[in-house]
């Protein structure tokens, strides 16, 4: 009898993986007992040192086994520059992408008033402590063009208006070796009306 | 009024996405001849979708659907038109629009009125006019697409016309009453209920009061459960107050 509800709670614990429903958690809880033991046992070990040992940086708010991720604690970086993105991928797909040697901070999502995410959700009184005690000059809002990244972005502005501080935003545009036939119209009216001056 | 089978080309906008298992959507759109329609779109999450950046709020298009019940599955996205770039105290009101459709309207309940209506609201909201009266304006007719309209022109106990200098008390489900300082109606000028009716608002005291009736009446039938883009718009507008 207890087995089988050691069983359930193993299902039932299984089903918190997104994508995971009913079925798959019953096929995974039983492949994990019958042929896979061991793995059972690291998988087990790596979640409960993982969920004690990562935290997020008191700095940028991204996932970091320090208190202040190694990204933030670099002296290297250029202080005055701050980056604003929505995931801890974004800030990878930037650091991989661009030169840019300044500090970022991670909202960890955005602003999605139909799923209840407001500011407080999204870390923005921790970005407001940031503004008073360090020494930013220009903040890069990197949130994703998206109807959702536009309000995030919009509200950040009006938050940083009164310090002084610039705001810029990524451009939007066409892909670099597209072609303009095959780009969807909302993104090329944006690049359009986005153009610049040669 | 369960969706067909098979729909082509139907005018709709997105209301909602939220993402769904790794490379897929869940939407909520509402359409012309369809009313509001829940639906999947698999596959748009991935680098080579043609359809990822077209499946946006406040986006004309025109999506093609199959199968019956709670959700069906996209088959087609294209374009309708150029989108509506609402940025700002625009979008937020565009989020709040959204939020009341998906709130009162019934999955698969036509309404093409309101479907133009909400149109018009949009652009004008993109175009940058007075969002207050915009919004009392579309909340006006969403109650009356609904079949909650709002008694603005005649008393409710007495049947007379109202007058602009005389103020009432508006009873929810019942109409404008004599002002009496026990009713549990909201108070407002005669004033306010005629030009809310010609869809005008010209002055402060109009919109205030209209501003403070919707929000009674839309609370009775949204329930408890508070909207979050009103949210949104109150902390912005602080911020925006105190920036200034």
């Known amino acids: ?198 | 009024m369960s969706p067909s089978h098979r729909v082509l080309l139907e005018p709709s906008v997105v209301l909602h996405h939220r993402p769904y298992r790794d490379t897929s959507v869940i939407l909520e759109l509402f359409t012309r001849s369809h009313g509001r329609v829940g639906a999947i779109a698999r596959g748009v999450r991935t680098e080579k979708s043609k359809w990822a950046g077209a499946l946006q709020s406040f986006r004309p298009l025109l999506i093609s659907w199959s199968g019956r019940g709670e959700l069906v599955n996209v088959n087609a996205v294209e374009d309708d038109g150029a989108a509506l770039f609402l940025s700002g105290v625009a979008l937020t009101c565009g989020f709040y629009v959204n939020e009341l459709l998906l709130r009162l309207l019934e999955r698969n309940d036509s309404h093409s009125d309101l479907f133009q209506i909400y149109w018009n609201t949009v652009t004008r909201l993109g175009q940058g006019d007075e969002p207050d009266i915009t919004l009392r304006i579309f909340e006006r007719h969403l109650l009356q697409e609904l079949g909650y309209g709002l008694q603005l022109d005649r008393c409710a106990d007495r049947g007379v016309p109202i007058e602009p200098d005389v103020r009432y008390s508006y009873e929810i489900e019942r109409g404008p009453v004599a002002y009496n300082e026990n009713s549990y109606g909201v108070s407002v000028l005669g004033s306010t209920l005629l030009s809310l009716a010609r869809n005008e608002l010209k002055n402060e005291t109009a919109r205030r009061e209209s501003k403070r009736l919707m929000r009674a009446v839309l609370g009775h039938y949204l329930g408890d459960k508070p909207l979050h883009s009103r949210e949104l718009m109150q902390r912005s507008s602080a911020l925006i107050t105190k920036a200034s």
């Open chain 1, 1 to 198: 009898m207890s087995a089988a509800t050691l069983i359930e709670q193993l299902i039932e614990a299984l089903r918190c993986l997104p994508g995971v429903g009913p079925k798959s958690a019953r096929r995974v809880a039983f492949h994990l007992l019958e042929r896979d033991r061991h793995g059972a046992r690291r998988l087990a070990e790596a979640l409960l040192s993982a969920v004690e040992g990562v935290h997020h940086c008191q700095s940028c708010r991204t996932l970091s086994e320090s208190p202040v991720c190694a990204l933030c604690a670099n002296p290297q970086r250029n202080r005055e520059q701050l980056c604003i993105v929505e995931t801890p991928v974004d800030a990878q797909a930037i650091e991989r992408a661009t030169n840019y040697r300044g500090l970022y901070f991670v909202l960890m999502g955005r602003l999605s008033p139909l799923d209840g995410i407001g500011p407080s959700d999204i870390g923005l009184d921790q970005l407001e402590k940031r503004l008073t005690a360090e020494p930013i000059q220009e903040i890069i809002l990197a949130t994703n063009p998206t109807v959702e990244g536009e309000a995030t972005a919009h509200y950040i502005n009006e938050l940083v208006r009164p310090r002084n501080i610039k705001v810029t935003r990524i451009a939007h545009g066409v892909p670099l070796g597209g072609e303009l036939e095959y780009v969807d119209s909302s993104t090329l009216s944006h690049a359009f009306s986005g153009r610049r001056e040669l």
